[in-house]
């Protein structure tokens, strides 16, 4: 079952590339950059994912990266999740994200599985919801 909201951000792509075309399934590289707030606190994520282009046309992605506040706390994270394009361009990700953390204010994140909606634009804006799954 969903839980509360957890986190929210927005930002955008700062750099795509092609890793492999091998066949016929393009997977590509995308890094993004944000802010937004988790657990109420104001943070700047940076994150990297990679996905696979399927045969339905739906897409496969895997990320990591991590969370910081102003005062240089750090929020790790990994997720994975499945893709689909939308009118437009965009492409709407909903998946699964777990953290690791050190800082107290955040240490609950430790125990929790966080689920995910991420959307990203055709013009590279993007902006993500993220609940924790009770």
Do not use: C
């Not at 091998?22 to 700047?44: K, M, N, R, W, Y």
């Not at 910081?68 to 999740?81: A, F, N, Q």
């Not at 800082?103 to 013009?123: C, I, S, W």
Request: zero cysteines; hydrophobic letters at 35%.
């Amino acid at each position: 079952m969903l839980g509360e909201t957890i986190g929210e951000e927005q930002g955008r792509t700062t750099g795509m590339r092609v890793l492999s075309t091998d066949g016929g399934h393009p997977v590509t590289e995308a890094s993004f950059q944000a802010s937004g707030t988790l657990l109420g606190v104001e943070i700047q994520d940076t994150g990297t994912y990679e996905s696979v282009l399927r045969p339905d046309g739906t897409l496969w992605g895997e990320g990591q990266g991590f969370n910081m506040t102003k005062d240089g706390e750090t929020v790790t994270w990994h997720g994975s999740g499945v893709g689909r394009f939308v009118d437009g361009g965009a492409v709407e990700w909903r998946g699964a994200i777990f953290f690791e953390t050190a800082a107290t204010k955040f240490e609950r994140l430790n125990t929790v599985a966080g689920v995910f909606e991420f959307r990203v634009e055709a013009d590279g804006k993007a902006a993500a919801k993220l609940y924790e799954w009770k």
